[in-house]
């Protein structure tokens, strides 16, 4: 009998939360916003691929030719100098060995001193002309937002998973082109 009023307490509770929750009003969506829409972008492959990304890094990859052979230059005359200093003249006096060896001192630091302002430099010009490019790019992200009402376009570094579909990387490359012919 006692399992029976269990049963019968059970099954009223049941039915009881069964009607309470099938009245609840379920909220109803505002038909008259606007449906979000959301973009990603690629901006190193933008600079990577768009024509105008590749002719910047053509260019800074010239001129960092150009100064890497200077820096290779300079090394390749220290370098003369020190197999000079190891295989000296027996007609040289102490006084020229001297001056030998101070003047391969001085080269050697003036070698590691191009050496070092070289690579900041094109660190500082590398910086330089990806901001550059990035805020071309930007530009052209924030013409697209509003053209195509995008309510988020996302940096693909920043987004940790996301559909292919939202990729709008393509079209970005395509615009970032046609702005500078």
Known sequence: MRKIVIFVMLALMVAYATVAFAQR?????????????????????VIRESRLG???????????????????????????????????????????????RERLEREVRDFRRLQSD??????????EVTQAIIAEIREVVRSLQKSDAFTLLLDRGIALAHDEAIDVTGRVITLYDATKK
């Open 25 to 45: 009003e379920t909220p109803r969506r505002d038909v008259t916003a606007p449906a979000i829409k959301i973009g990603v972008v690629d901006f190193q492959r």
């Open 118 to 127: 070289t690579e900041e430099d094109m660190k500082k010009k590398e910086v």
């Open 54 to 100: 590749k002719n910047a890094t053509a260019v800074f990859m010239r001129e960092l030719e150009a100064r890497r052979a200077a820096v290779v230059a300079k090394e390749k005359e220290v370098l003369l100098l020190e197999e000079e200093l190891k295989k000296p003249d027996p007609k040289w006096s102490p006084e020229v060995r001297k001056e030998k």
